[in-house]
């Protein structure tokens, strides 16, 4: 461990789609110490998304604060998590159903709704409440480590937030949890981000309330000028361009920036480690750097459906263009390609001027990933400095409960870059002929 002041330091957890990943943090940011815990990812069925929620959300926490053997020094820690996510626990906050995660076919919203996401934790409710009625709580992942940390089954507002319409801003509906098969004292408690939830089991550390990945990630990225692309490239692939002012944009997501009077346009799809994890278990090995740029095939990379910007859930990937000359390192870097493509599309489709690109998240250590994004897109991709930028969020979070931080605002202090990575001249022409296949087989 990284020598470090003995009065500031915070932990940050986050639960993940393959893991948890968590980090002690010092006052300036530097990571000291980090731990990364696997879990399984389980697809019972081609629509079916879901975690051993003891595994990922209960214990999994619980063996990474273990191994960071937290002593007096740590002040608090705070735990993120991807949304939705949802499973029944016993009184004793005991998993006692599936943990469904985002994209399950558990939470399709009935009729043809513009972005069904909105309804998804709802759903999952109606799914989880049928299947273990007599259930002590209903909560997703934040609320199961919270209780398993520190006895507080306890979320952040933000994550409410995206159990609308079971949250309406202020507070659980009472009607609309009923209409889902719940009520309302079996839900988790809210409180507001960074604030203090409790005390961590045989520990001085405060819990702190933590937020979503996406934002945690966002907040210490320091893409919060306008035109400024951030590109969080973990098991989801999510893209949001800051703009200056909100406005809408068919298929994408409008969102409100961490930094006040800012927004984000974008979304999420599932082109990113869902896909090239997908690729990598069924292709052999292959240097995609090797390849000729002329003699890449052209992947539509939707294996299980696509969130952003077709909100599609039974798209289906293909692939275009294949011939007996292609080998596994052509395939591996036409995937790649795919995941900047997509990129590259959603930057588009927001209609704003890049100013830069910014990519965080575990994926940022694939060096073909980050090249192919570069190429794609045909700027620089600038790789953060902390692949584990959700937890180093969360940490940030817990430095508020502390009251060792006042605002948000000031978590872009600790963002750093480990390299930057060029588009490759090359490849421009090239590229840009299979980007244009590649929005036709979007088209189709």
């Known amino acids: 461990m990284t020598p470090v002041s003995r009065s500031d330091v915070t932990i940050g957890i986050d639960i993940g789609t393959t893991a948890v990943k968590a980090v002690v943090a010092a006052e300036d940011g530097r990571v000291a110490a980090r731990v990364r815990i696997p879990h399984q990812l389980r697809v019972p069925t081609p629509n079916r998304l879901e975690h051993d929620a003891d595994q990922a959300w209960r214990r999994g926490p619980l063996t990474a604060l273990h191994q960071l053997a937290p002593g007096p020094e740590v002040r608090a820690v705070a735990v993120s998590a991807m949304v939705p996510s949802l499973t029944a626990v016993d009184a004793g906050g005991n998993v006692v159903t599936p943990g469904l ?4 076919e558990r939470g399709r919203v009935a009729g043809n709704q513009p972005f069904p996401a909105l309804g998804e934790a709802a759903e999952f409710l109606r799914w989880t409440a049928a299947e273990a009625p007599g259930a002590a709580g209903y909560w997703p992942a934040p609320a199961v ?12 507002i933000a994550t409410a937030a995206t159990s609308y319409p079971l949250f309406d801003g202020t507070g659980w509906n009472a009607e609309q949890c009923a209409g ?38 966002q907040m210490v990225a320091g893409a919060d000028r306008d035109g400024d692309v951030l590109v969080m490239c973990g098991t989801t692939l999510i893209v949001w361009t800051t703009i200056a002012e909100a406005r809408q944009v068919p298929g994408l997501w409008t969102i409100p920036h961490t930094t006040a009077g800012k927004s984000q346009i974008g979304g999420a799809s599932n082109a990113g480690g869902l896909f090239l994890g997908w690729v990598d278990r069924v292709i052999g090995p292959g240097d995609p750097a090797a390849v000729d740029p002329r ?3 052209v992947w539509s990379p939707y294996i299980r459906g696509e969130r952003t910007p077709f909100h599609d859930p039974d798209r289906r990937a293909a692939l275009d263009g294949l011939d007996l000359t292609h080998d596994a390192a052509s395939l591996r870097r036409a995937a790649y390609e795919a995941s900047g493509f997509v990129v590259r599309q959603l930057i588009e489709l927001s209609g704003t001027p890049v100013t830069r690109i910014v990519a965080t998240g575990g994926g940022t250590r694939l060096r073909p ?13 600038q790789v953060s400095a902390v692949a584990e930028g959700a937890a ?24 750093r870059t480990e390299c930057i990575v060029d588009p490759d001249p ?16 979007g088209r189709r």
């Open 101 to 104: 995660l985002y994209g399950d």
């Open 145 to 156: 480590a919270n209780h398993a940390l520190a006895g507080e089954a306890v979320i952040d």
């Open 180 to 217: 889902h098969g719940a009520a309302v004292a079996q839900m988790p408690r809210v409180e507001t981000i960074g604030a203090v939830a409790g005390q961590v089991h045989q520990s001085d550390a405060a819990l702190a309330t933590g937020a979503i990945d996406a934002l945690c990630e």
């Open 295 to 297: 003699r890449v095939p």
């Open 369 to 381: 990933w980050m090249q192919a994004i570069a190429d794609a897109t045909g700027r620089p991709v």
């Open 392 to 415: 180093l969020g969360a940490a940030f979070l817990a430095r508020m409960a502390a009251g060792l931080e006042t605002t948000i605002d000031d978590a872009a202090r600790w963002a």
């Open 426 to 441: 090359t490849w421009a022409g090239a590229v840009d002929d299979r980007y244009r296949r590649f929005l036709e087989l």
